[in-house]
């Protein structure tokens, strides 16, 4: 019993150093032309925002839409135009089947997640929604962490987003998978297919890579290891929450 104690024990620690093997092979640096901005100079401040098993980006919608134009991001465009009553919009990516029957962990069942991360093929879709407050007023209990991107950051990370979205012939943008999950929100048809080595969290992680920040996808897996590793390399840490009305 103690021998298999002890095998166990060692698989144990080998699955654990290869872990962080992985983590450092595939950890992406930052880049310095891009991130930080520099100290003087126009910045754009975007969130990341934890939804416990799902993460998204919240984008100040004026700023895209400027942007957008300039840069021929015609669906950031579309985006910005279509939400003209809103300061910012909340953008996240994932499996289309996942997003509409997990709106809350309280959804959540073990035949739908093993469904979404194993199986190939699942179609995935973009929630995107109008916000009138910042990320910190608009999701009070979530962990949100506040990044400044230049403008040339801000750019990149656009053109990320324009290469999520599915076009149609004539180059719309197609909006026809139904309204989103709350507030004023709908779904897109988006590009690339969800699995569990190419979730929400992980599209968070590349757009992020491409504004210049440092991200580390095996840690990007789930929402708690893109934000620590934020915390790690980038120095960034979660905004404090708002402290609750005693009544």
């Known amino acids: ?38 100290p003087v100079g126009f ?27 300039q840069q021929n991001n015609h669906a950031v ?28 962990i309280a959804s959540l069942t073990v035949s739908e997640a093993m469904r979404a991360l194993f199986r190939s093929g699942n179609a995935s879709v973009l929630h995107v929604v109008g916000m009138i407050q910042p990320a910190r ?14 403008q040339a950051g801000f750019g990149r990370m656009l053109d990320g987003i324009e ?30 297919n969800f699995n569990i080595f190419n979730d929400c969290n992980h599209w968070v992680a590349r757009l992020l890579s491409e504004a210049g920040l440092p991200t580390a996808p095996v840690l990007a897996t789930l929402p708690q290891g893109l934000l620590l590793d934020l915390r790690w390399r980038a120095g960034l840490v979660p905004m404090p929450k708002p402290e609750r009305k005693q009544r």
């Open 1 to 38: 019993m103690r021998r298999l104690a002890k095998w166990f024990g060692w698989i144990a620690l080998a699955e654990i150093l290869g872990l962080l093997v992985l983590t450092v092979v595939t950890a992406r640096t930052s880049d310095p032309a891009l991130w930080p901005p520099p």
């Open 43 to 69: 910045k754009t401040e975007v969130s990341v925002v934890s939804h416990l098993y799902h993460s998204g980006l919240v984008i100040p919608r004026a700023a895209a839409r400027e942007r957008a134009s």
């Open 163 to 192: 290469a999520s979205f599915a076009h149609g012939k004539n180059g719309a943008v197609l909006d026809d998978a139904g309204p989103g999950l709350y507030g004023p929100s709908r779904f897109y048809r988006a590009n690339g």
């Open 77 to 104: 465009y579309a985006l910005a135009q279509r939400y003209a009553g809103y300061e910012w919009l909340e953008i996240g990516w994932g499996d289309e089947g996942f997003y509409r029957m997990v709106p809350t």
């Open 137 to 150: 007023l608009s999701f009070a209990n979530s962990e949100i962490v506040r990044i400044d991107l230049s």
